[in-house]
């Protein structure tokens, strides 16, 4: 059986490990806040030249592409013309078969291509 005493260790044990956990996001933080505001301070307009020449558009498969850049990520999103998310695409086709009453399915084709 566990005791007061056994309790009370084990608590403090991890309140320091949670404390440890806190200041250590905390420092890491704040370090790469200044870090990115002195290569800011020193690289001055050239970064947005730099950010403007990355950004750019594909002319493939009739989408454009637009590069977002962040801290420690590039992200670029693609948009297509009719295009229809998979999770639609399944549950437009799943969906006649949940829903019936009778022991013959749907003649009807509501899923997208």
Not at 47 to 71: I, N, P
Not at 87 to 104: C, M, Q
């Amino acid at each position: 059986m566990v005791t007061a005493r056994q309790l009370a260790k084990w608590n403090t044990r991890v309140s320091m490990v949670y404390a440890l956990g806190i200041w250590t996001m905390l420092g890491t933080f704040s370090y790469f806040q200044m870090k990115k505001k002195q290569e800011n301070l020193e690289t001055g307009s050239e970064s947005v030249e730099a950010q403007g020449a990355c950004e750019g558009k594909t002319d493939d498969l009739k989408s454009e592409g637009t590069r977002y850049w962040g801290f420690h990520m590039t992200q670029t999103i693609t948009y297509k013309e009719n295009f229809v998310p998979y999770s639609t695409r399944i549950y437009n086709f799943i969906s006649p078969y949940l829903n019936r009453t009778s022991d013959a399915a749907p003649k009807n084709d509501t899923s997208e291509k």
